[in-house]
């Protein structure tokens, strides 16, 4: 029995210093999911996704250590705006079997881009090169709306490819936002993310 | 019992710890990598004037394609850094990061007398230099960061325009 209790001490040690690490360990992951829950969305513009405090010297930390994985070196909002989507109007995720068309009217900054983005977060390799459509480049109608379409290959010329994995999703900046677009994010007209069809 | 409620507690404070110390050592070491990795390919207080980003070239997550990036890692520790560029009406812009991303500063071309750009950086807290005629002041809050200058371009046959004027840019120690 007294050589049991001896055993048992240092044992009971193991599993106490296991435990704690673990416990380290799932903290930091926590700390990782809060960025990718938090950071960078605190505010939601229809399909799209932003926040204030991106690149700010005034951001939580949450949005500080999310602009630090997927946006690094992103400007302040007094400079540019960010949105994001993973998803359509629908709240679906972008998939990559699917056709969207993404369409808007004038948006309130001095230029504007929409690029695509695969799951690393870096652009998606396509046989037109075609990464972004811009306020430049983008077809526009009678009535001032423009509009894309987004499908997994660039298979028309108003097509901006995805790539074949899920988990791409869209980045939109804007450049030398207008003043009312910077006071009040929830005033920036999204532009609308809708399913056409799935194959 | 009371042994299980003390292991308890304290697996939730190394919970907590583990969370901050993620939380807020994750910008800096992800500025850290950033810095030392552009560091090697590029130096150290010099320009460097990268393609036009593709998905074939592309080391940055989240770059716009239709910008033409130029960058410079600082560092003061030996003494302030010097920095002009000229930006072009396209919308270009000048902007500082500090070691743990913040953008602590940035001017863009309207905010220029003919996108003329001339910075003199030193570490916040160090007794401001004195600046060449026409140079600002900027006080950086830490002493290594990165300068960027972006660069919009809206028509691709206007690329080897703005490509010569990004290179008018210089960053040097002052």
Known sequence: ?199 | MKNGIRLVLICGVAFALGHAAVLFATPYVMMDRFLDRAAARNGVNVMAFRDRPTAKNNRVVRQGPDILYSSCVFDLSNGPVRMHAVLPDTYGSLSLFADNTDNFYTVNDRETREGLVDLVVYPAGATPPEAPPGASLVASPSDRGNMIIRMVVRRDDDEQRLDALRRQAVCEAL
């Open chain 1, 1 to 199: 029995m007294a050589q049991k209790g001896k055993e048992s001490a240092p044992v009971k040690w193991v599993v106490f210093l296991i435990l704690v690490c673990v416990s380290l360990a799932l903290g930091g992951v926590s700390a990782i999911g809060g960025m990718a829950l938090v950071g960078g969305n605190q505010l939601r513009l229809g399909a799209w996704t932003t926040s204030p405090a991106i690149g700010a010297t005034s951001a939580d930390p949450y949005t500080r250590g999310a602009t630090a994985l997927w946006g690094i070196l992103a400007l302040n909002r007094e400079e540019a705006i960010y949105l994001t989507s993973f998803k359509d109007d629908a709240g679906e995720p972008l998939q990559p079997n699917c056709i969207y068309r993404v369409s808007g009217g004038a948006m309130p900054a001095r230029w504007w881009s929409i690029t695509a983005y695969g799951p690393n977060h870096m652009m998606i390799d396509n046989a037109a090169d075609r990464y972004s459509f811009t306020q430049e480049n983008v077809a526009v109608d009678a009535a001032g709306l423009w509009s894309f379409r987004l499908a997994a290959e660039p298979i028309a010329e108003d097509v901006l490819p995805l790539g074949s994995l899920p988990g791409a999703s869209l980045g939109m900046r804007l450049y030398n936002p207008a003043p009312e677009a910077l006071s009040d994010l929830s005033t920036i007209p999204a532009p609308s993310i809708t399913k056409v069809s799935c194959s």
